[in-house]
């Protein structure tokens, strides 16, 4: 399911990271100028911001090379999610009340990337 990267792949993965990340900030900037020029209203764009980190958390699951990345994918939608509940104050959340679930989340993740790790070591340690 997962490999190593090679060389190669080691570069491409680079440059469509470098790809993601120059498209995000020209939509960005896009959006901040649109507003300035008072072509569009920001206010209705903040309220889904967290929907561009969620994108990332998902391009990390889709594009994983590693269980590893698939966690921490996994946790930068939870980092999402959570955003967007604060800003909509769904189950009663805030920034203030709820920052606990970062925490515990943060923690679950290290946690799952330690025990995966140690049993790919333990897993390439059996083969002769």
Same mark, same amino acid.
């Given at each position: 399911?997962?490999?190593?990267?090679?060389?190669? @792949?080691?570069?491409?993965?680079?440059?469509?990271?470098?790809?993601?990340?120059?498209?995000?900030?020209? &939509?960005?900037?896009?959006?901040?100028?649109? @507003?300035?020029?008072?072509? &569009? @209203?920001?206010?209705?764009?903040?309220?889904?911001?967290?929907?561009? &980190?969620?994108?990332?958390?998902?391009?990390?699951?889709?594009?994983?090379?590693?269980?590893?990345?698939?966690?921490?994918?996994?946790?930068?939608?939870?980092?999402?999610?959570?955003?967007?509940?604060?800003?909509?104050?769904?189950?009663?959340?805030?920034?203030?009340?709820?920052?606990?679930?970062?925490?515990?989340?943060?923690?679950?993740?290290?946690?799952?990337?330690?025990?995966?790790?140690?049993?790919?070591?333990?897993?390439?340690?059996?083969?002769?």
């Amino acid at each position: 399911m997962f490999r190593p990267l090679g060389n190669h @792949d080691y570069h491409a993965h680079w440059a469509r990271k470098r790809l993601v990340l120059g498209l995000i900030l020209i &939509i960005a900037g896009s959006v901040f100028l649109a @507003d300035r020029l008072a072509i &569009i @209203d920001t206010g209705f764009v903040w309220r889904f911001w967290p929907v561009a &980190i969620g994108l990332v958390g998902l391009a990390r699951i889709v594009s994983a090379r590693k269980l590893t990345h698939v966690v921490r994918g996994g946790f930068t939608m939870v980092v999402a999610f959570w955003v967007y509940a604060c800003i909509e104050h769904l189950f009663g959340w805030t920034f203030r009340s709820s920052w606990p679930i970062i925490v515990i989340s943060y923690g679950v993740s290290i946690v799952l990337r330690g025990l995966l790790a140690n049993s790919r070591n333990a897993n390439q340690g059996s083969v002769p």
